[in-house]
């Protein structure tokens, strides 16, 4: 899912197709991978293009060529999914993977209202919104959707993994960019730790892609070695 939103970013911060084709095959791929990858990333893109409806059509044309690559990577795995969800092994294996059936959950409820509080203080405090912005927003959002998701199917499967695989990294990277506006805007007396806050930064920026790469390679290997035990 990473690359998946990486590349979208790219796609949008640039309009070069290739960077959208290439975060189309991501993120349909997520779907072979993980059901919680699956919903976030679709919901994510879905969320963009709201955010995008009237702002850029270059961009709005970028989006629609992420969602129709998804699809048509995805269109085999679906295909599959709708020949045999109703049969007694589908339902089967669903029951043994912690479903939760019920369309209200207070639980989830509370912790929802919680984590929407960050992206709220994010839409009222940071004045320009830039895409990276609007792409951490929308990934994040949809993190919060699939916490929620079983208001609109009637269930959910270990809801407490959208938290581990979606709201938690984006968290912190959308808390990273309210802190640095905040510190823009209200804290120019405390220079030195805005001047380490600004390095810091502007290494990371740097260094986005060697630093990306080994995100991925990392990522790879953790996954590779989790499926080998």
């Known amino acids: 899912?990473?690359?998946?939103?990486?590349?979208?970013?790219?796609?949008?911060?640039?309009?070069?197709?290739?960077?959208?084709?290439?975060?189309?095959?991501?993120?349909?791929?997520?779907?072979?991978?993980?059901?919680?990858?699956?919903?976030?990333?679709?919901?994510?893109?879905?969320?963009?293009?709201?955010?995008?409806?009237?702002?850029?059509?270059?961009?709005?044309?970028?989006?629609?060529?992420?969602?129709?690559?998804?699809l048509a990577i995805a269109s085999p795995y679906l295909i599959e999914f709708l020949q045999n969800s109703p049969t007694v092994d589908y339902v089967d294996i669903l029951s043994r993977s912690g479903i939760y059936h019920g369309r209200f959950n207070m639980l989830l409820f509370i912790r929802s209202v919680f984590y929407a509080v960050l992206p709220i203080l994010s839409l009222i405090l940071i004045k320009r919104k830039p895409n990276y912005f609007l792409v951490l927003l929308s990934f994040f959002l949809a993190g919060i959707v699939g916490l929620n998701i079983q208001t609109v199917i009637g269930y959910t499967i270990q809801p407490n993994h959208y938290w581990l695989v979606i709201l938690q990294p984006l968290g912190i990277l959308l808390a990273a960019v309210l802190l640095n506006e905040i510190l823009n805007r209200n804290f120019n007396s405390f220079s030195p730790f805005k001047k380490l806050i600004n390095q810091v930064a502007g290494f990371l920026i740097k260094n986005s892609k060697p630093l990306v790469g080994l995100l991925i390679i990392s990522l790879l290997i953790h996954g590779a070695l989790m499926n080998a035990s």
Do not use: C, D, H
């Open 1 to 70: 899912m990473v690359t998946g939103i990486y590349f979208t970013y790219l796609s949008i911060e640039t309009g070069k197709r290739r960077y959208a084709l290439l975060a189309g095959l991501f993120g349909g791929l997520q779907f072979y991978s993980y059901i919680y990858n699956i919903v976030g990333f679709s919901v994510g893109v879905g969320i963009l293009f709201l955010l995008f409806l009237r702002r850029n059509p270059s961009v709005l044309r970028q989006i629609i060529l992420i969602g129709v690559v998804t």
